[in-house]
Every structure is written in structure tokens, then in C-alpha cells.
């Protein structure tokens, strides 16, 4: 039965600006937040880590609009966490618009998933991290965090 009104599916709104550094992909990401968008930019992260054969990466998220829930974060970090275990190695998060500790409650699920990841408040201390970690990355294995295939 109708009810007169049809639901289409929430399109994901974002904006990805993917700058190399040395060892690392520093990824900007903008646009409306939802759990439709996360979950879409989070697998375009991916993309872009498999395609630049880059496993260290920095998001710097500068989504607007309402924060997700803790039910919705939890479904958001184990989905994207399954997929990304052994293609990321360092995970640096900041997000610029938090207003609670919803991203270290994330944070906790995605490490308990097994994924790399580390929540930071500030872009500078994100880039402090993943630089070390990805310097160390290229000393273990001599690709300057790229994978070797």
C-alpha cells in the first residue's frame, strides 16, 4: 500500500580534497553530514588509498550540519573499519566541527575492529602523528608508505 509519499534515498553530499604528502595522503573532506555521506566518503578514501598505492592517511573532516548518533556511529566505524583492516596502515582523524567525544566513542569501535586509526582535535597534532608513523612505516618495509605489489 502507498502512502502517498515516495522516500528516495538520501544522496550523499561531499567534496574530497586529496593533497600527497611525503609518506601520507592528507584528505580534506567537505560537504553535509549524514550517515550517508560518511559512510560514502569513507569508501572513497579507500578508492583513493588503493589507487595511490597509500596506506597512511589523514582525514581532516569539515562536514556541516547535525552529529551523527551513537547507533549510527557504531554501524559507520564497524562497516568501514571491516573493509579497510590491512589496506590502511596509519589512520590520523580530525574533525574540525566536533562538539562532543562522539569521535573518540568512534575512534574506540574502529580500534577494537582492528583498524589503525587515532582520533586528534587539531590538524597539527594529526600531522605530527602520521608523519611518524608513516616515517616508520618506510623504514620497515623501504616504500615510504606506499604499498610495494
Known amino acids: 500500500m502507498n502512502s502517498g509519499t515516495d522516500q528516495?534515498?538520501?544522496?550523499?553530499?561531499?567534496?574530497?580534497?586529496v593533497q600527497r604528502k611525503k609518506n601520507y595522503l592528507h584528505i580534506i573532506v567537505k560537504g553535509k553530514?549524514?550517515?550517508?555521506?560518511?559512510?560514502?566518503?569513507?569508501?572513497?578514501?579507500?578508492?583513493?588509498?588503493t589507487q595511490r598505492q597509500c596506506q597512511n592517511i589523514l582525514v581532516e573532516e569539515r562536514l556541516e550540519g547535525p552529529r551523527l548518533n551513537f547507533s549510527q556511529i557504531v554501524q559507520i566505524a564497524s562497516e568501514a573499519s571491516e573493509r579497510a583492516v590491512g589496506k590502511i596502515r596509519s589512520f590520523a582523524y580530525v574533525d574540525v566541527n566536533a562538539e562532543d567525544d562522539s569521535m573518540r566513542f568512534a575512534e574506540l569501535v574502529a580500534r577494537n575492529r582492528a583498524m589503525p586509526i587515532r582520533v586528534f582535535s587539531s590538524v597539527s597534532e594529526a600531522e605530527a602523528w602520521i608523519e611518524t608513523e608513516s616515517e616508520n612505516a618506510a623504514e620497515e618495509n623501504g616504500s615510504g608508505g606506499l604499498v610495494n605489489n
Open 8 to 17: 528516495k534515498p538520501i544522496e550523499p553530499q561531499f567534496t574530497l580534497d
Open 33 to 49: 553530514n549524514s550517515p550517508e555521506t560518511v559512510a560514502a566518503f569513507l569508501e572513497s578514501i579507500l578508492e583513493e588509498c
